[in-house]
């Protein structure tokens, strides 16, 4: 076959190729940053004062900063969970290896694999606090749920072994974007939507925490 026979490639407009990098990049910025955070959440165990020492170990330590990534970053629900889900399980192997480094080895697989679960509800809450008043009110409820149930959680099944001071601050940080967001939507059906998701999602959040434990067990 002749040179003059081959068939010519087909020509690629290269415009739809640059959406991709800037995705590429925004989530690769969230996955370090997470990262990041990660190790400094080790570092929080040895260096914060006995009452926010409960930050360095809580899920609402890692989900506001995830959840703040992903607002600064992404544009579409795709990307906000992706992002999260890598986030959080960038921000768990941050951890293992900074505890590594401190001489407390941890295995982070368990911990990832619940991020990447839990990671997509949180990038799309995220994503849409900057959505319509009902998308608004329900990624309000998601977020501010997480933090409500997490401080109830711990001010009664580790109340005994920790100090009640975090639990309480994030308490009231759930409540305040309750009340950002009522502030913002200022209509009773997307506000009353809002405190019932967060009562729901907390009541969620109590329960699935108290069946970790038997979920690890199991595998």
């Known amino acids: 076959m002749t040179p003059a026979l081959l068939p010519s490639p087909v020509p ?11 995705a590429a990049l925004r989530v690769a910025v969230v996955v370090a940053a997470a990262f990041l955070v990660g190790g400094l959440t080790s570092l929080g165990q040895a260096f914060l004062p006995a009452e926010f020492a409960s930050l360095a170990n809580s899920a609402s ?5 995830t959840a703040a990534l992903v607002w600064l970053t ?15 399980a960038a921000m768990t192997v941050g951890y293992s290896v900074v505890s590594g480094w401190r001489g407390f080895p941890f295995d982070p697989t368990e911990w990832a694999l619940v ?3 839990v990671g997509p509800v949180v990038g799309t809450a995220a994503l849409a606090l900057r959505r319509g008043p009902v998308a608004s009110a329900l990624g309000t409820g998601i977020l501010a749920g997480i933090c409500v149930g997490e401080g109830v959680y711990g001010l009664t099944a580790v109340a005994d072994t920790t ?30 939507l809002a405190v019932l998701v967060t009562a729901i999602v907390a009541g969620a959040f109590v329960a699935a925490y108290l069946a970790l434990p038997l979920l690890f067990l199991a595998f």
């Open 163 to 192: 100090s009640p001071v975090y639990w309480w601050a994030v308490v009231v940080v759930g409540a305040a974007l309750v009340g950002i967001a009522a502030a913002r939507l200022r209509s009773v059906p997307p506000i009353a």
């Open 74 to 88: 992404a544009p579409g629900h795709v990307e906000a969970a992706l992002g999260a889900a890598l986030g959080f």
């Open 115 to 117: 991020g990447i679960v």
């Open 12 to 22: 690629i407009d290269r415009r739809l190729l640059l959406p991709a990098r800037p």
């Open 61 to 65: 330590g890692w989900t506001l900063p």
